[in-house]
């Protein structure tokens, strides 16, 4: 979201520094998404969709839990393009596979994995997300999916690199 203030988007990066300084989470930078978008582009582009409407809309969420969902919703480090028997049904089970590695390499706490086992819902309808910040984590995905679909296909400009947190001096 471009349309953060600068104030707003040092606490974003704040925010998920921690996460994106991690070779785990850099690995998700070697796996297509959508179109020509890695995952980490996509889990990046998430976040700050969906910290930007927070912000946008004043609405009251844990801007740490928030993030952290966000960025952790698609970390299942493996490609989805390739069918494998050890990762079956990827649009229903990837959120669970997910919140597997967000508990191991990150500790994430329970709103954090319910924000990750909740963002594809209409899929499965039994995984409803029950907080304001799991919903915009899965508004922000179909939005941003959507547009990484129509619009970042091959044979169209390369989608941006992921954005990286400044520095700090």
Same mark, same amino acid.
């Given at each position: 979201?471009?349309?953060?203030?600068?104030?707003?988007?040092?606490?974003?990066?704040?925010?998920?520094?921690?996460?994106?300084?991690h070779p785990a989470?850099?690995?998700?930078?070697?796996?297509?998404?959508?179109?020509?978008?890695?995952?980490? =582009?996509?889990? +990046?582009?998430? /976040?700050?969709? #969906?910290?930007?409407?927070?912000? %946008?809309? $004043?609405?009251?969420?844990?801007?740490?839990?928030?993030?952290?969902?966000?960025?952790?919703?698609?970390?299942?480090?493996?490609?989805?393009?390739?069918?494998?028997?050890?990762?079956?049904?990827?649009?229903?089970?990837?959120?669970?596979?997910?919140?597997?590695? =967000?508990?191991? +390499?990150?500790? /994430?706490?329970? #709103?954090?994995?319910?924000?990750? %086992?909740? $963002?594809?819902?209409?899929?499965?309808?039994?995984?409803?997300?029950a907080s304001r910040?799991?919903?915009?984590?899965?508004?922000?995905?179909?939005?941003?999916?959507?547009?990484?679909?129509?619009?970042?296909?091959?044979?169209?400009?390369?989608?941006?690199?992921?954005?990286?947190?400044?520095?700090? /001096?």
């Amino acid at each position: 979201m471009k349309n953060l203030t600068d104030i707003q988007a040092a606490r974003f990066d704040d925010l998920a520094r921690p996460y994106l300084a991690h070779p785990a989470v850099q690995r998700m930078g070697g796996f297509i998404q959508h179109g020509n978008v890695t995952t980490l =582009a996509h889990v +990046v582009r998430v /976040a700050r969709c #969906a910290f930007g409407w927070s912000q %946008r809309f $004043h609405l009251r969420v844990n801007e740490r839990d928030l993030v952290a969902g966000a960025l952790l919703h698609d970390f299942y480090l493996y490609d989805w393009h390739a069918p494998h028997p050890a990762t079956p049904h990827h649009a229903t089970r990837h959120p669970l596979y997910a919140a597997e590695n =967000a508990a191991r +390499v990150f500790g /994430a706490n329970d #709103a954090v994995l319910a924000i990750v %086992r909740t $963002h594809m819902w209409p899929l499965p309808p039994t995984r409803v997300p029950a907080s304001r910040e799991a919903l915009l984590v899965s508004l922000a995905d179909k939005y941003c999916s959507l547009y990484e679909t129509l619009f970042l296909r091959a044979g169209r400009p390369a989608a941006s690199p992921a954005p990286q947190p400044k520095a700090r /001096a």
